[in-house]
């Protein structure tokens, strides 16, 4: 009987362990993802949002990322996300002085399932 009791016991940690795993991926891009409306130029953050268009002119390629009611551009060297995609980007905020245009500088683009 103590084989059964250690079988089940080993079952619900597992079962445990993996709801606990896809809780935490479900809030993690919320946790740590800074408000668009919030950007401070010169400050590294992560931005958690959706896709909401993309630009690609000769080596500038970039996509902007939409946080409900708020957008930045998001400037990034890799594959562009799809439009449509939620991303987590990680990266730094900059400002053009000349038109007063925020944007941010990717470090890493990462596709996020929900």
């Known amino acids: ?3 059964g009791h250690g079988l089940r016991n080993v079952v619900l940690a597992v079962t445990v362990v993996i709801v606990v795993a896809v809780v935490a991926y479900g809030v993690f891009p ?3 993802s800074a408000n668009i409306k919030d950007l401070k130029p010169d400050s590294t953050v992560y931005l958690y949002g959706n896709v909401s268009s993309r630009i ?7 996509f902007e990322l939409n946080q409900g009611n708020s957008s930045v551009m998001v400037l990034w060297n890799g594959t562009l996300p799809a439009v449509g995609q939620n991303v987590l980007v990680h990266g730094t905020v900059s ?7 925020t944007y941010v500088q990717a470090s890493s683009v990462s596709h996020w399932y929900f």
């Open 30 to 32: 919320y946790a740590v």
């Open 56 to 62: 690609s002119l000769l080596t500038f390629s970039g």
């Open 1 to 3: 009987m103590k084989s």
């Open 95 to 101: 400002q053009k002085n000349i038109f007063g245009v």
